[in-house]
Nanobody, 113 residues
Framework: VQLVESGGGLVQPGGSLRLSCTAS????????MSWYRQAPGKERELVAT????????VYANSVKGRFTNPRDNAKNTVYLQMNSLKPEDTAVYYC???????WGQGTQVTVSS
């Protein structure tokens, strides 16, 4: 199993970023996928989980209305579209299958002016 996150970077408050997570080594289209994030000195936080077919997503209250979480099963890729970014969104973002412990390397998102 391999999960490769990308798309992070430095963005000003109010800006947008789109993260990507490309998966391999398992039947991607049959699994729910989640995004997590971990800020320095804080516990890892579940950000969003999307169903296997992409019909439904559950979001953390902290990102609801600002983030969306589409997936493209033909590309084995799940995305995290982040809009109206805030400094408190600064963290390393990871994708993974719920329950399984197969973490990628993560991608750093920094929101700062």
């Amino acid at each position: 199993v391999q999960l490769v996150e990308s798309g992070g970077g430095l963005v000003q408050p109010g800006g947008s970023l789109r993260l990507s997570c490309t998966a391999s080594g398992f039947a991607f289209s049959t699994y729910r996928m989640s995004w997590y994030r971990q800020a320095p000195g804080k516990e890892r936080e579940l950000v969003a989980t999307i169903t296997s077919a992409g019909g439904s997503t559950v979001y953390a209250n902290s990102v609801k209305g600002r983030f969306t979480n589409p997936r493209d099963n033909a590309k084995n890729t799940v995305y995290l579209q982040m809009n109206s970014l805030k400094p408190e969104d600064t963290a390393v973002y990871y994708c993974k299958r719920p329950i399984y412990n197969d973490w990628g390397q993560g991608t750093q998102v920094t929101v700062s002016s």
